[in-house]
């Protein structure tokens, strides 16, 4: 029996199984829209929105650029060290996961993308003020050859929340 034990196993020993995950998680980022099964859109979006949720929680840390030597101030300094410290923890806790390059083919060329920047100050920037659900799975159809259920996967656009509304409503008045 598999009480209390979440997650699907693809028929694959861990290692593989997390493999699969990492390359997809990745993948996702790069190309921020992916077509894969039903069943691993559904894996996929537990891990992805995890490392997304880190560098959100880091906050304006993210994706503001620090000074590459420290403050003479003393209270300045001490918040500059702490900040620096903060957002190296959360980049290496998304590096344990997801290798840090990746290769994009644009036009004709290939281009090569930091990822772990991308999520720490692209994606982290874009949903802020978001609580989480950040992406989207849209069902596709069936698979020629062996019918399974396709499914893309693919990140929501900014937050629009309350606050957001609010906040749009304001500036196109004023």
Known sequence: M???????QFGRDTTARRA????????????????TTD??????????????SKAVRLGEVA???LPKEAPADEAAKREWLK????????ERLL???????????EGEEYKRIDIIEK????LSKRFAGRPGGYTRIVKLGLRHGDNAPISMIEFVGPYEGPKAKAKAEAKAEG
Request: net charge positive; no cysteine.
């Open 119 to 122: 999520v720490l100050v692209d």
């Open 83 to 90: 900040n620096r410290a903060r957002r190296l923890h959360v």
């Open 2 to 8: 598999r009480h209390k034990n979440s997650g699907r």
């Open 95 to 105: 590096r344990q996961y997801i290798p840090r390059f990746m290769t994009r083919l």
């Open 39 to 52: 069943a691993k859109a559904k894996e996929l979006r537990r891990v992805a929105e995890r490392l997304i």
């Open 63 to 65: 994706w503001t650029k």
């Open 20 to 35: 699969m995950l990492r390359n997809l998680t990745a993948n996702l980022i790069t190309h921020e829209r992916i077509e």
